[in-house]
């Protein structure tokens, strides 16, 4: 008897909201090895990762706290979060 082969779907974690959801339907952060924090729409940049829904709501809750700065293992100063918010609010009106 044959198996049917499934293919494996990545899931993460949303730091935002806690939820575990397929690793595509998700926004990741990534502090790049030269020590910036960028929004990676396409999910492959190098450098360590973390994930938020696309949803203000998570957005909030993951920029509010130490959540991102523990999940990245980096600091991130005010202007950087500030940054992060504009960036967040033009890429969540496009969607």
Known sequence: MKRKSTKHIP?????GCRQV????????LV???????EIDTTGK????????????????????????????RCHIGQEERAELRKQAEELLQGA
């Open 21 to 28: 959801k397929p690793k595509r339907e998700l926004i990741r």
């Open 31 to 37: 502090h790049t090895p030269d020590g910036k924090i």
């Open 45 to 72: 940049k190098s450098g360590r990762g973390a994930y938020l829904c696309p949803a203000w709501d998570c957005w909030e809750a993951g920029l509010k706290g130490n959540r991102l700065e523990y999940a990245l």
């Open 11 to 15: 899931q993460r974690t949303c730091l």
